[in-house]
Structure formats: C-alpha cells, structure tokens
C-alpha cells in the first residue's frame, strides 16, 4: 500500500438554526489518498490480490485515527471511496465494501450496523458527501446526516481516496419523532 498523504478534518458545530449547540456536535473525517492498487492493469477480473494488499492494512491505519480525532464516544459512522479518473469506481468499492477494510472501524468504534458508504469516480477536488448513521440502530433517524468533503489535491488519476468519518452525535437540533412512530 502506497500512502501519499493522509489528511484530518474536524467539524464542530456551535450554533444550527439560531441556538446554541452545547457541547459543540463534533465530527471527523479521516482521508488516506493511496496509490490504485489496480492502476496500468487494464480491466482486472479479479479483484481479490489488490483487496488482499491493501484493504485491512487501510483500514487498521484510518480507524484507530478517526477514533483519536474524534476524541469521544462514537455515535454515527461512514466511509467513502473517490477513484481518480483512470481508476473504475468498482476498485474504490473492492476497498471499502469487504470486512477486511469496515470491521477495523466497526470493531474500534463497538459498532454493529453496516457502514453507509458512497463511492465515485472523479478528479482531484471532488466534492463528496459522506452519509453517516447510528452506528448500532440504523432507523435511529437523528444520526442520518451527510459531511461534505473535499481534499485539494485529491485523487489524482491513478488514485484513490478512502475515508472514514465519525459524529459523537446525531444532527444537532434535531426534532424528528423517532422511526417506530409511524404507521
């Protein structure tokens, strides 16, 4: 796995809609941008030896960091995968859609649900929007919430940017009854 950089983002959110958040609703994204694993291999049928390469070192590398980033309990999750244009989005999804990569954070964070995830294919300062969830009940609405991301530099066309992204909390001011209300 070549890692060209890793960048750390940290969102804390003081006031939403004119009151104060108190505490602040914190939330971080954790980038890795790696050298494709795939990359000048044309159309590779199988994709397991890049999988077997990269993907749990990746995900041991990014999850013991965003928890750190975070610095609290972990209530809400996400990953994403942005592919640089000679890259095929199906190799960001190789990397973030197998245990091997998910269960570091899963595993770091006690958490039970599947990762919401998006994945695309893009030039470098793409803008994505992470999803996040609660991570053990996923019909816990107040967690449903996106981040939007973007690193500069990021992916170049023989790329990929994996990230992960935590929340110690739901939406700030959040005021949707809870799921099991509706008929």
Not at 121 to 144: E, M, N, W
Request: net charge negative; glycine share 8%.
């Amino acid at each position: 796995m070549n890692i060209r950089k890793i960048t750390t983002l940290t969102e804390e959110i003081t006031s939403e809609g004119g009151r104060p958040v108190d505490p602040p609703a914190r939330v971080v994204v954790v980038a890795a941008v790696i050298e494709n694993p795939w990359k000048g291999q044309g159309f590779v049928e199988d994709l397991t030896e890049g999988i077997d390469a990269v993907a749990s070192d990746l995900g041991a590398e990014l999850a013991p960091r965003v928890m750190e980033a975070l610095g609290t309990e972990l209530e809400a999750y996400g990953k994403a995968a942005i592919v640089g244009l000679d890259g095929e989005v199906e190799h960001g999804s190789a990397l973030i859609h197998t245990l091997k990569f998910g269960n570091h954070f899963r595993d770091a964070a006690q958490a039970t649900t599947l990762l919401p995830a998006v994945e695309k294919r893009a030039a470098a300062g793409a803008v994505f929007d992470i999803p996040l969830k609660h991570f053990t009940d996923a019909t816990i609405r107040s967690h449903h919430q996106t981040l939007e991301v973007r690193v500069a530099d990021a992916p170049h066309p023989d790329e990929i940017l994996v990230a992960l992204a935590a929340a110690a909390q739901g939406r700030p001011q959040q005021r949707l009854a809870p799921l099991s209300t509706e008929a």
